[in-house]
C-alpha cells in the first residue's frame, strides 16, 4: 500500500493505532495485524504525528476516559484539525516538531512493541 492514503485507509490505519492509547491492556498483536499492509514508515509517522498527539493525554489523565476504543469521528476530525492548524501556523509546527520529539521519546517502548510484533508477523507469513 502505497504512502498516499485515502481518506477511509486513513482513518483504518489511525483507529487501529489508537488502541495503543486506551486504558486497558494493549493488543500489540492486533494492532499489528491491521496495520501490517501499510508502509513501515507511514505507520510510525501516524502513530507519533497524529495519533500520539491526538490520544496521548488519555493516558496522562487520573482516570482516563477512554478505556476500550477512540471514537474514530473524533479521532479523524481532532487529527485533521491538527493537521490544519500545522499548516497555517508556523508556531505551531515549531510546537508540535518538539512535542512529537517528546512523544517519540516518551512512547519508545509502545512504538517498539508495534514493530516487535508486525516484524514477528511478517516473519511467520507464508511465501
Known sequence: MGSILTHDERI????????A????EVDYA???RQVAGF????????FFEDVAS???S??????????????????????YSTQEARRASAL??????VFVAYLRYRLKDEWQSIERELNRQGAAAPD
Open 58 to 79: 488519555n493516558l496522562q489523565a487520573p482516570i482516563p476516559p477512554i478505556w476500550t476504543a477512540f471514537d474514530s469521528t473524533w479521532l479523524a476530525e481532532t487529527i
Open 92 to 97: 505551531r509546527r515549531l510546537r508540535d516538531q
Open 39 to 46: 508502509e513501515r514508515a507511514t505507520v510510525e509517522a501516524a
Open 54 to 56: 491526538a490520544c496521548y
Open 30 to 32: 492486533a494492532i499489528a
Open 12 to 19: 483504518r490505519l489511525w483507529s487501529a493505532l489508537s488502541d
Open 21 to 24: 492509547f486506551v486504558d486497558n
